[in-house]
């Protein structure tokens, strides 16, 4: 590699890194939901936001689950990352009950 330049990503790692940003997305959208809960009180905007989460990792599953979509020592921990964003949403929506 040249001195000041990156080596080409293969279609892999691209497909992996726009994993990798949508999986951060959906944890964004995660943060706006508790917002809008613990501070704004606004339920719907929660429900709104969890939604969006749970299409990015919809979208992010069924790519893993693709043979060669992604490198193969990658998937475990997109995996990780899909587990700890359903917790994260199911804790998010197990308090929606108590704001009525």
Same mark, same amino acid.
């Given at each position: 590699? !040249? @001195? *000041?330049?990156k080596a080409a990503m293969g279609p892999a790692q691209l497909r992996l890194k &726009? !994993?990798?940003?949508?999986?951060? @997305? &959906?944890?964004?959208?995660?943060?706006?939901a508790e917002t809008a809960?613990?501070?704004? *009180?606004?339920? %719907?905007n929660a /429900? /709104? @936001? !969890? %939604?969006? @989460? /749970?299409r990015a990792a919809e979208l992010v /599953? &069924?790519?893993?689950? %693709?043979?060669?979509?992604v490198p &193969?020592?990658?998937v475990g921990r997109i995996n990780e990352r899909l587990t700890e964003l359903d917790t994260r949403v199911s804790s998010i929506e197990a308090r929606w009950p108590q704001l009525r």
């Amino acid at each position: 590699m !040249i @001195a *000041g330049k990156k080596a080409a990503m293969g279609p892999a790692q691209l497909r992996l890194k &726009a !994993i990798q940003s949508q999986l951060d @997305a &959906a944890f964004t959208y995660c943060s706006t939901a508790e917002t809008a809960l613990t501070v704004l *009180g606004r339920v %719907e905007n929660a /429900r /709104r @936001a !969890i %939604e969006k @989460a /749970r299409r990015a990792a919809e979208l992010v /599953r &069924a790519h893993v689950n %693709e043979p060669n979509h992604v490198p &193969a020592d990658s998937v475990g921990r997109i995996n990780e990352r899909l587990t700890e964003l359903d917790t994260r949403v199911s804790s998010i929506e197990a308090r929606w009950p108590q704001l009525r």
